[in-house]
């Protein structure tokens, strides 16, 4: 009867085993998914801050360009002939139009940027919990190993309590409850 019992037990160590495995494989797919999107979503945000910077040379070109022209229509005052004060006065509202515009877009691309990077923090930290979550599964599963050939049955109730934090770590990275 006791070689029976001894049996059960060690059926079960394995089956635990057998799903730790699997639990495993699926952390590691999630860990993966999420640390690749990280990065994929740093690339994103990068670029955004690329394109945020080509604007604001832009703009700031455009800027400069009509400080130059309001400091020649009010260096000339005057003595420039009305035609040019007036060709001068237009370009100045078209370029303060183009900076007006490119600082608009500047807010929409910042706005986009930030985005990207409150989705990228949040994907490196899943990515980072699920990590965690599979060195407790990893620790669980080479403490039923060893209980295994060893056939100590306090060593596999370690391996069932390292999934404890397995558990903890897996529903932060979803849920994320800090």
């Known amino acids: 009867m006791a070689e029976t019992n001894k049996e059960r037990w060690l059926s079960w ?3 635990s085993t057998a799903f730790m495995a699997v639990i495993s494989a699926v952390t590691t797919m999630y860990m993966g998914k999420f640390s690749s999107k990280a990065v994929l979503m740093q690339g994103q945000e990068t670029n955004q801050w690329s394109y945020y910077q080509a604007k604001s040379i832009k703009s700031h070109t ?3 360009q009509k400080q130059a022209l ?4 009010l260096a000339q005052g005057k003595s420039m ?6 060709k001068f006065a237009e370009k100045i509202r078209e370029y303060d139009r183009e900076v ?3 600082e608009g877009e ?3 691309i910042k706005s986009k940027a930030d985005e990207l990077a409150r989705t990228k923090l949040m994907a490196q930290h899943m990515g980072g919990n699920f990590g ?3 060195l407790f599964v990893q620790v669980a599963i080479m403490m039923t190993s060893i209980a295994s050939l060893m056939k100590k049955k306090p060593l596999w109730y370690f391996g069932l309590a390292a999934m404890v934090g397995w558990l903890f770590f897996f ?8």
């Open 62 to 64: 455009f800027d400069m």
């Open 106 to 108: 500047k807010r929409e």
């Open 100 to 102: 007006k515009r490119y």
């Open 81 to 86: 002939p009305q035609p040019a004060a007036e």
């Open 13 to 15: 160590l394995a089956l």
């Open 70 to 73: 309001e400091l020649q229509l």
């Open 171 to 178: 529903l932060d990275a979803i849920y994320l409850f800090y």
């Open 132 to 134: 965690y979550g599979l």
